[in-house]
């Protein structure tokens, strides 16, 4: 089983509409979870990192199932500009190493 | 906002000369990091670093690969006799340990001929 595993799509969604990403990972001790955005050759940025309590931020939210050792994120009312690939990351305690999925293409259609 | 910078950002070398790859984390950071990723694939951990030491390495890195933080500001990735597989964009991140996420360069496209 992959460290980190994402479908890599590409979800193609028109503008305005809510897309789901899921992530599950293997590990059970890790510790810290996130969502990158990488857009086409550019680096990795930070979207937020993720919680069981779950958290949002403007049209985003992810929530974490550390039972089921599942990520997922939500976004509405997307946009042109959410077009990229998102990053499921994984990361245990210790030296912080990060184990990135390998993303999932976004591509919103006008 | 505070910024990783890295130099060059993009370096042509012919197989087997030795690269150095350059990274100025952010200042107030604690861990050092060197990823890559190879065209179309995912981004991969090479090596972490902290108080002035490696503190964990994946298999990636072998001994061709070596870090350095020659003045406490730079680090460096430096890769004895480059191989064609090495090609890849490769990243440097900084965090200060807070568990907030990692702040990534944007990164040195490494093109070996």
């Known amino acids: 089983r992959k460290e980190v595993e994402q479908d890599p799509g590409p979800f193609n969604v028109p503008e305005g509409a809510t897309v789901a990403f899921n992530c599950t990972y293997s590990n059970s001790a890790s510790q810290s979870f996130f969502w990158y955005r990488q857009d086409c050759r550019k680096e990795p940025k930070l979207l937020m990192s993720?919680?069981?309590s779950g958290n949002e931020d403007g049209r985003f939210t992810a929530q974490l199932n550390r039972a089921s050792q599942y990520i997922s994120l939500l976004i509405r009312d997307s946009k042109l500009s959410d077009s990229a690939t998102y990053l499921c990351v994984v990361s245990s305690s210790g030296t912080y190493k990060y184990i990135f999925g390998t993303g999932t293409r976004l591509k919103v259609l006008a | 906002e505070p910024e990783v910078t890295q130099t060059p950002s993009h370096q042509v070398t012919q197989m087997g000369q030795e690269v150095i790859l350059r990274c100025v984390p952010i200042s107030n950071h604690l861990y050092f990091y060197w990823y890559r990723q190879i065209l179309g694939q995912k981004v991969e951990f090479l090596v972490s670093f902290y108080n002035n030491e490696i503190s964990e390495k994946s298999e990636i890195f072998d001994d061709q690969f070596s870090v350095e933080r020659p003045d406490g500001s730079n680090f460096t990735l430096k890769i004895r006799s480059t191989k064609l597989e090495d090609s890849a964009m490769y990243f440097c991140?900084?965090?200060?340990?807070?568990?907030?996420?990692?702040?990534f360069g944007s990164g040195t496209r490494l093109t070996v001929v």
């Open positions: 993720v919680y069981s």
């Open positions: 991140a900084s965090t200060d340990g807070g568990g907030y996420g990692y702040t």
